[in-house]
């Protein structure tokens, strides 16, 4: 039996191989660690971005570079340019006399504005860290939430994309009409599953391993990772293979998976966004608990009983999904 | 004669395909989402958690202060949760912030190491100064460190330096142009990848559903050319996204959208992004094989999201990639005063390109039709 699985298993990597989809199924995830790399040191910058132009006032740059991110722009127009675009960034720009003036889109919190206003007069009576009467202390936990959000996000993805990778599969053998063939052969239906299933945990287990380990997440408990990326496989194989049998052609199949992202993206964003009372209706999909999951493995903050609460959770709603689709499945098959 | 009876036959096909009533529940699930989902501008108030560690004379200072800036000028003492415990804390609504003076250094510790966010405990020394000490969580940036230091020098709060930072003078740019709400400023992501992207991997589909089942080897033997054949199925696709797109943004952006520039652009951009599908599709068998390039040009495609959401991050190489152009181009369509030069500049482009590959498109599939 095992062997068998084994079998299809194998066969199914080697077609997937031959297509070159397993292997961009795996190569995303890595591109996904690398795009998260490039972009999170510039998502740390929480400070105030600061427009100067270049060559005016080297020193003011200079200690305005101690405390904001600063752009140099060449002439005054740029700058315009710049500063009406989306983000909160604020020109410094000398006036006729010796002073300077503040150059603000007009949409600006105030608060930018005033740190701003008080940089430029830090500047000019020469006030800097020395004499300051703060403190700082922190927990030495490196890894930035939007960092951890995206790699949650793309870990998800990542799972969703094996179960593409089995309705690609279904519908392949539905028009080479080898599924009938092998009702012939000594492959169990539930072989034929299990085998077909394989390459669904695989693809998102190594895919999500590797980002993980790019990405810099490298202290977390990785037996948590791998229930909780197991249990949201489940689901994506289930969506894998209805998407699969239900699907004539990829036309419909493609539509079908636009639809699958949307409570992917939804959960996430109802998950940061909105209010606990809101929570509720958010439930039913199993993505808004991995992701709720996936968050506490990331930060190292998870518990046992949270873990396996959570990926409970995603099993259970795979469970009742499956008892309710298992007869079009198997009807499906035939 | 025979392209318009082509294009209205497959338009007449399309309409009675599951797809393109997914495409518009589609848009429309999207418009619900915008309408009540997404909130008009996000709430982007700060929150700060403060323990006062002071004598009292020095806290009945604070408080006085903070109910100068509050909004109803009081404050309410409210219970708060952190780490499943319940804590006591005052709290105060101003303009930009909402501040909860804690009651513990117990809260403030739940606060800063369970529920990570960043706190403030202020304390008087030996020496009888004030001292902020705040709790960070190790991510953060040296410059929001040095900022936060620079605030509490000691000099800092000297009436002289207050009044000089008080006369600088602000101008402000925006006189004439309202910048769009971040509602609003969704909108172009939508339509850049529900309409004009959307448009490359239908194609794609749509073709190879049509190579499948043999048709474009049967148009081969009608009196019809191939072209007549790519270009009603490209005609089909914009139709559907300039519905679509319409779903999205009428009932949103009113009259406040040029609709004129607006057509124009999703079809040229529409035109552009399904040659370039037709293109890419040429050289497969199927669309699983097809599937890797379609891949990776998605992801490509994603990319300037991320540079329009953050513009400080706007490399040159990004910019020629075409959703960048799209997304810039369908901001300046739904923004008052928006620069039409630049939309239809990028219209020319797109159409100019669109053309070239759409020729070239056609040329491949002439040879190949027995693929």
């Not at chain 1, 740029?78 to 603000?104: A, M």
């Not at chain 2, 002071?54 to 006085?64: Q, T």
């Not at chain 2, 910048?179 to 490359?200: A, K, Q, Y």
């Not at chain 2, 797109?350 to 070239?356: N, R, S, W």
Request: proline fraction near 3%; charged fraction near 20%; hydrophobic fraction near 50%.
């Amino acid at each position: 039996m095992i062997r068998k699985i084994l079998l299809i298993f194998k066969r199914d990597l080697k077609v997937s191989v031959r297509n070159f989809i397993t292997l961009y199924i795996i190569v995303v995830p890595i591109i996904f660690a690398v795009i998260i790399n490039v972009f999170s040191p510039g998502i740390n910058d929480t400070t105030v971005e600061i427009v100067l132009i270049e060559g005016e006032n080297q020193q003011q740059g200079e200690f305005f570079q101690q405390f904001a991110k600063v752009e140099f722009l060449d002439s005054l127009d740029e700058l315009e340019e710049r500063i009406k675009r989306r983000d909160n960034i604020v020109g410094v720009i000398p006036d006729k006399k010796d002073d300077y003036f503040i150059l603000t889109q007009g949409n600006e919190p105030d608060y930018v504005v005033d740190y701003v206003k008080n940089l430029v007069s830090f500047d000019h009576y020469n006030i800097n860290l020395e004499d300051s009467q703060a403190e700082i202390v922190d927990y030495g936990r490196d890894i930035p939430p939007l960092k951890r959000l995206m790699v949650n996000v793309a870990t998800i993805f990542t799972s969703v994309l094996g179960g593409m990778i089995i309705a690609l599969n279904i519908v392949e053998e539905k028009t080479d009409n080898t599924i009938s063939a092998i009702h012939l052969s000594p492959v169990s239906r539930l072989g034929f599953i299990a085998g077909k299933s394989l390459i669904g945990v695989f693809v998102p287990v190594v895919g999500t391993f590797l980002m993980l380990f790019i990405t810099g997440f490298r202290d977390i408990n990785y037996f948590h990772v791998f229930l909780m990326i197991g249990s949201s496989c489940v689901i994506s194989i289930m969506v894998g293979f209805i998407e699969g049998i239900n699907n004539d052609d990829v036309m419909n199949a493609a539509g079908n998976i636009k639809i699958l992202f949307l409570p992917l993206f939804g959960s996430v964003a109802g998950a940061e966004l909105l209010a606990d009372k809101w929570q509720p209706f958010f439930y039913w999909i199993p993505f808004y608990w991995t992701y709720k999951g996936n968050n506490l493995v990331l930060s190292n903050s998870g518990t046992w009983l949270d873990i396996i609460k959570y990926s409970g959770i995603v099993l259970g709603i795979s469970i009742i999904v499956f008892i309710v689709l298992a007869p079009k499945i198997r009807k499906g098959l035939e | 004669m025979k392209l318009w009876y082509s294009f209205t036959k497959e338009l007449n096909l399309s309409s009675k395909s599951w797809y393109f009533y997914i495409e518009l529940g589609m848009a429309i699930v999207l418009l619900m989402v915008l309408l009540f989902v997404v909130p008009e501008d996000f709430d982007s108030k700060s929150e700060e958690y403060i323990y006062l560690d002071v004598p009292e004379i020095v806290k009945a200072r604070y408080r006085d202060s903070l109910e100068d800036e509050d909004l109803d000028e009081l404050y309410q003492i409210i219970e708060v949760e952190a780490d499943n415990k319940i804590f006591q804390a005052e709290f105060y609504e101003t303009e930009e912030s909402k501040i909860y003076i804690l009651d513990s250094m117990e809260a403030l510790n739940a606060f800063s190491s369970v529920e990570r966010v960043p706190t403030v405990h202020i304390r008087v020394n030996e020496d009888n100064q004030i001292i902020h000490t705040y709790y960070l969580q190790g991510y953060e940036t040296q410059k929001l460190k040095n900022l936060l230091l620079v605030f509490q020098n000691r000099k800092a709060g000297y009436d002289l330096i207050e009044d000089y930072s008080d006369n600088i003078s602000v101008k402000s740019l925006n006189q004439n142009i309202e910048p769009l709400s971040d509602r609003e400023s969704i909108i172009p992501v939508f339509l850049t990848f529900n309409g004009s992207l959307m448009s490359l991997f239908i194609i794609a589909a749509y073709i190879f559903l049509d190579k499948n089942e043999g048709i474009i080897k049967a148009y081969a033997v009608t009196a019809s050319s191939v072209w007549h054949y790519l270009l009603s199925k490209t005609g089909v696709i914009i139709v559907t996204s300039i519905v679509t797109s319409l779903i999205i943004t009428v009932p949103i952006m009113g009259l406040q959208a040029n609709y004129f520039a607006m057509l124009l652009f999703i079809i040229t951009s529409g035109f552009f992004a399904a040659s370039l599908g037709l293109y890419i599709t040429s050289f497969y068998k199927d669309i699983v094989q097809a599937f890797g390039v379609l891949y990776i040009v998605i992801v490509i495609m994603i990319m300037p999201n991320i540079s329009y959401f953050t513009p400080s991050w706007d490399p040159d190489w990004i910019k020629i990639i075409p959703s960048y152009v799209m997304l810039q181009s369908f901001k300046e369509i739904i923004s008052i005063n928006g620069n039409i030069t630049y939309v239809l500049v990028a219209s020319l482009g797109f159409a100019v390109l669109g053309l070239d590959i759409f020729i070239l498109a056609n040329h491949r599939f002439k040879k190949t039709l027995t693929l």
